[in-house]
């Protein structure tokens, strides 16, 4: 299979996407004619011309509304934000309208838009800019969310949300458009609400998504040749559907359970996934449940405090000798 | 008379004085609106109010007379206790829905706020459908889901009331530039009061609208009160006139005129039509209730300011003697028409009182469009947290 970055898994799914139907439409600040912040963008301006790759002006709220209202008569817009810390900019278009509009019109009204960019922390851009609202998001019903870890996943998912008919929002993560993975060449879909096992294992469940997924991975590698211990690593791959059932399987087999979220504890992912898995299967649990996320303060600009304020793979090694009792 | 009672006044004074002042920079001259009243009026005499037949003009009075018994009824069911929420009466502005929304072809969309009875009734929506809504039962336009402010009905081009003030204007530039998109020539109007014009999603909207030369015209219903703050306590400057700043042409009308309200609404949104370009409309109207039923009315302007309009410019009233003069009403069939409103309302509330609530297990649909239809089920996880 060729090897794809992040990057350009994402940009071959929007490739795809908008020649296989033309009702799609890519919109965002710079998404045209600068190829994206990130890049991410890069060259669908010159395949697929002014028309379905458009540039908006920096006002957030304006133009996901606009988004919002143009899916509502069947245009499938796929809008960029430059970075998910913007969300709270246009905050009443994400919530108030995407995620509402189903429900207070009776079913009557879908909105099938996706709304997707960079989210985290890790490029050392201080406070306003290292948000990543997957928890606050994914409270909402009428919505969905989704977290691509590895290139194969990230063009798969974004391809599936496109041609979903809720507002679908895709979390990339900054640090991992360089990712290099395997996709194949051929067509395929990731269908949302389907965790991965990424990594089996017996002794020890890590329920992850997003970068801390290659972190752990990293880690368990560790694990396995230092203290000989056997890691299974979950990735949600979607926050929301939830896919719980994948996780429990997991559980049942290695009976300990550690969850590493690259976000505040606080209210976070992590806390619904340790009610559930205590609800479901408490009998399984050999050891309390353990939560390692981002340290809990704004995000610090200082790059090597940033380090240590997210998860990484030290901190994931020790959080898991912890989980194990040792 | 008190300061607070001056000020719609004392901005209407203003907007005259700047209209005509400005209008001539603008590409469309606004005329500062006439009190309907003093002498002949040439939006009357404007080809889409004459070529109007006679059934026709009586079917644009029916429509006011029915938004506003319908209305008095759900104040009724609201005293009563069978309505919950809010409750914002559009009495007093029913030339403004009827009016802009007598003008719709096939491919022409609305969208407007929280006080939108009176929309979803000049767009043709069933009352009975509508009373239901306000009683939160099944039967209602959303299924008991969305209650006064968020009436939908997308067969008709009616993309809701919303509730958050301003927030739907920016979805209203959405259902433009999809016409845009798809090739289509229809027009979006995008309602909002002027309470709304502050927010920033309205500026972002108005600069996308004519920056990409979307068919949209945003119509702001003037009725001199953002909520209990009058204008001229919550605006700086003109309404109509911040659309220079956009480059976009705008244009002042007399709400209390229905005539008015077509004369000058039809050229904008055909144009938005055939040349794909966006307007903003001020019409200058007035509500005789509170802001919603819950509010008491009392503190910021007077009763006499209210019963003025209510004797000068009501719209029915003003309407019904044009339709007099014209030969196009008769005093048998302006007895009918109120008659058969009241009936009509009457009607639509024993439809409500009589159908049932939504059930528990109702709450959790229509939140997915993948939820409700598991044949095309695509994916796996759960939704639901419950």
Redesign the interface.
Same mark, same amino acid.
């Given at each position: 299979m060729p090897l794809i970055t992040y990057r350009e898994a994402l940009r071959h799914a929007m490739a795809e996407e908008l020649t296989r139907d033309e009702n799609v439409?890519i919109l965002g600040e710079e998404v045209g004619q600068f190829h994206g912040a990130y890049k991410v963008t890069e060259g669908l301006l010159e395949k697929f011309g002014p028309?379905r790759i458009v540039d908006?002006?920096i006002?957030e709220?304006?133009?996901?509304?606009?988004?919002?209202?143009?899916?509502?008569?069947?245009?499938r817009p796929v809008m960029e934000l430059m970075f998910w810390s913007f969300y709270s900019v246009a905050f009443?278009?994400i919530l108030?309208?995407a995620a509402n509009?189903?429900?207070?019109?009776?079913?009557?009204?879908?909105c099938?838009i996706v709304i997707r960019g960079p989210a985290n922390g890790g490029t050392n851009v201080g406070a306003t800019h290292s948000h990543t609202p997957e928890n606050i998001l994914a409270h909402h #019903?009428?919505v969905?969310v989704v977290v691509p870890s590895t290139p194969y996943d990230a063009k798969g998912l974004l391809k599936?949300a496109i041609?979903?008919?809720?507002p679908v929002f895709v979390l990339e993560n900054t640090i991992l458009y360089g990712l290099e993975g395997e996709v194949p060449a051929e067509e395929y879909l990731v #269908?949302?609400?389907?965790?991965d096992v990424k990594r089996a294992g017996t002794d020890l469940t890590i329920v992850t998504y997003g970068r801390p997924v290659i972190q752990s991975l990293a880690a368990a590698q560790q694990l396995q040749q230092q203290h000989n211990l056997s890691v299974e690593i979950v990735d949600l791959r979607?926050i929301?559907?939830?896919?719980?059932d994948t996780v429990l399987a997991s559980v049942r087999k290695t009976h300990r359970v550690l969850i590493v979220e690259e976000q505040r504890p606080f209210c976070g992912v992590g806390a619904?996934l340790a009610y559930?898995i205590q609800n479901e299967a408490f009998d399984e649990l050999d050891a309390p449940i353990q939560r390692l996320g981002t340290v809990d303060a704004p995000a610090i600009y200082s790059p090597p405090a940033e380090i240590e304020q997210l998860p990484n793979s030290q901190r994931i090694l020790k959080a898991a000798l912890a989980t194990m009792g040792s | 008379m008190s300061k607070k009672s001056t000020d719609k006044t004392a901005a209407a004074a203003k907007k005259t004085t700047s209209a005509a002042k400005t209008g001539g920079a603008n590409a469309a001259p606004a005329a500062a609106p006439k009190p309907a009243a003093s002498g002949p009026n040439p939006s009357h005499s404007s080809p889409v109010n004459t070529a109007l037949s006679a059934d026709e003009k009586v079917e644009l009075y029916r429509k006011l007379v029915r938004i506003r018994r319908f209305e008095e009824r759900s104040l009724r069911a609201y005293q009563a206790k069978k309505i919950g929420g809010f409750l914002h009466l559009y009495i007093g502005q029913e030339a403004v829905a009827v009016g802009c929304c007598s003008l719709m072809g096939k491919d022409d969309?609305v969208?407007t706020a929280y006080r939108d009875h009176g929309h979803a009734i000049a767009v043709g929506m069933d009352t009975k459908a509508l009373m239901a809504e306000l009683y939160g039962k099944v039967t209602?336009?959303?299924?008991? !889901?969305?209650g006064s402010m968020?009436y939908?009905? #997308?067969?008709r081009n009616f993309?809701?009331?919303?509730?958050?003030v301003g927030?739907?204007?920016?979805?209203?530039?959405?259902?433009?530039?999809?016409?845009k998109? !798809?090739g289509l020539k229809g027009a979006a109007m995008a309602f909002m009061g002027d309470g709304a014009v502050n927010q920033?999603?309205v500026?972002?909207?108005y600069?996308?609208a004519s920056?990409w030369s979307l068919p949209v015209v945003f119509v702001i219903e003037n009725n001199g009160y953002s909520m209990g703050t009058s204008q001229a306590r919550s605006s700086a400057g003109e309404l109509a006139t911040r659309a220079a700043g956009y480059d976009m042409k705008w244009e002042i009308i007399d709400g209390h005129d229905l005539y008015d309200v077509r004369a000058k609404m039809e050229p904008l949104l055909r144009r938005a039509r055939e040349e794909s370009k966006p307007a903003l409309v001020e019409i200058m109207t007035y509500r005789y209730r509170g802001h919603s039923v819950a509010d008491p009315d009392k503190t910021y302007r007077s009763k006499t300011e209210i019963e003025d309009y209510q004797r000068t410019k009501d719209p029915i009233n003003l309407f019904r003697a044009i339709l007099q003069s014209e030969g196009a009403l008769t005093d048998e069939l302006i007895e009918k028409i109120d008659t058969e409103a009241r009936s009509e309302a009457d009607f639509a509330a024993d439809f409500a009182e009589a159908s049932p609530f939504p059930t528990p297990e109702d709450i959790q649909?229509?939140?997915?469009?993948?939820a409700?239809?598991p044949s095309q089920r695509?994916?796996?996880?759960?939704?639901?947290?419950n």
């Open positions: 439409v028309k908006t002006p006002s709220a304006g133009f996901i509304g606009l988004g919002v209202g143009a899916s509502m008569l069947g245009v009443d278009q108030n309208n509009i189903r429900y207070m019109s009776g079913g009557q009204i879908n099938p #019903p009428g969905k599936s041609r979903d008919n809720d #269908p949302l609400g389907h965790a979607t929301r559907p939830l896919d719980i619904q559930m | 969309h969208i209602g336009c959303s299924k008991g !889901k969305g968020h939908f009905d #997308p067969a993309w809701g009331g919303h509730g958050i927030g739907q204007v920016p979805l209203g530039a959405g259902l433009a530039y999809a016409l998109y !798809k920033g999603a500026h972002e909207a600069n996308l920056l649909k229509d939140v997915y469009w993948e409700d239809n695509t994916s796996g996880g759960r939704l639901f947290f």
